[in-house]
């Protein structure tokens, strides 16, 4: 199957999943390939390489999430890879366990995932790493799993990146809010403590509110809009995930904000939103670059070969 057909098939999907309640998710599947090995059938590329099958599993669906993808199947093309691409609507333990259950049961040769909740997913990641599935978490770890590798960039030293920000552009004084995402998922966890910890021993900012929109674009915007008015003179919001980084812009531009605004994450978008003056400052864990990493880490690893076991994509700041 062509990357062309591929991005179909997952266009397709989901927009079939936005109408099957059940569903509550969007696929890019290389069905024929794991029918063949589940037959015994293990065809190569011209090139030699066997075909195989990886998993990737997201939070919830969003553009950032969209991005990665796309350079994951460019990556893929180029090693006899398909993909199987999976996320709940809105981010949601158990539909990522019954995901990572299927993939499991499917037999693909890797899975990448950013969990939702790193304890609790533990146990679902064990069990495919037992039964010889290869796992690395992105974006967010898990570790205290078996998960063999973990592709992003440290989440508390993010969270203390932007406390400088906010310090350079308020001169270390002010008040501000904070949007993040789940509560549970180490991610957002670890940066919500590295920014309280730096705005703590660094500067004079209060944090007027701190709200978890779970995942979910249309709490994220309704939190922005309650905090807004609950707190009209604050002097920047502060993004802590791409959920309420994306749903920031929105606001912006529906209220005509001219506040410093923080975002998490870079894709088109965003960067749109710069240029437009809606977002101040992005700050990227070089989140582009993730698709192409969590292919290679997975060949590495179904070949039987070591790779690092944090690759560390580091923190970018744009707009300064």
Not at 78 to 102: F, T
Not at 166 to 179: A, F, N, Y
Request: aromatic share 4%.
């Amino acid at each position: 199957m062509t990357v062309s057909r591929v991005r179909e098939r997952m266009i397709f999907l989901l927009l079939l999943a936005a109408g099957l309640m059940l569903s509550g998710c969007f696929q890019s599947s290389g069905a024929a390939d794991s029918a063949q090995r589940a037959a015994g059938d293990s065809p190569s590329s011209p090139g030699g390489e066997p075909a195989l099958t990886f998993g990737i599993i997201y939070p919830m669906v969003n553009a950032t999430y969209e991005m990665i993808t796309a350079k994951a199947e460019a990556a893929a093309s180029k090693h006899n890879v398909s993909l199987l691409v999976q996320a709940p609507d809105e981010a949601n333990l158990e539909q990522q366990i019954r995901i990572m259950e299927m993939m499991i049961k499917r037999g693909v040769d890797g899975i990448a995932i950013a969990p939702v909740d790193s304890q609790a997913l533990a146990g679902v990641i064990n069990k495919a790493v037992s039964q010889g599935i290869p796992v690395v978490c992105f974006e967010s770890d898990s570790p205290g799993s078996k998960r063999e590798a973990y592709i992003g960039a440290d989440n508390r030293a993010t969270g203390a990146v932007i406390g400088q920000t906010v310090e350079r552009l308020l001169d270390g004084k002010g008040m501000i809010l904070v949007e993040s995402g789940m509560s549970r998922m180490q991610s957002t966890r670890e940066r919500l403590l590295g920014l309280q910890a730096y705005l703590t021993q660094h500067t004079e900012i209060d944090v007027l509110d701190i709200r978890h929109n779970d995942g979910s674009e249309e709490l994220a915007a309704l939190q922005l809009e309650q905090m807004i008015s609950d707190h009209p003179h604050f002097s920047a919001l502060v993004n802590l995930d791409f959920v309420s980084s994306s749903s920031s812009v929105l606001v912006w531009k529906a209220k005509g904000l001219k506040r410093y605004n923080i975002a998490l994450g870079l894709t088109p978008a965003l960067k749109q939103a710069v240029d437009n003056g809606q977002i101040t400052r992005v700050i990227s864990q070089n989140e582009q670059n993730w698709g192409e990493d969590i292919i290679n880490a997975l060949l590495l690893r179904a070949q039987g070969l070591d790779a690092a076991e944090w690759i560390n994509t580091e923190i970018t700041i744009i707009g300064e």
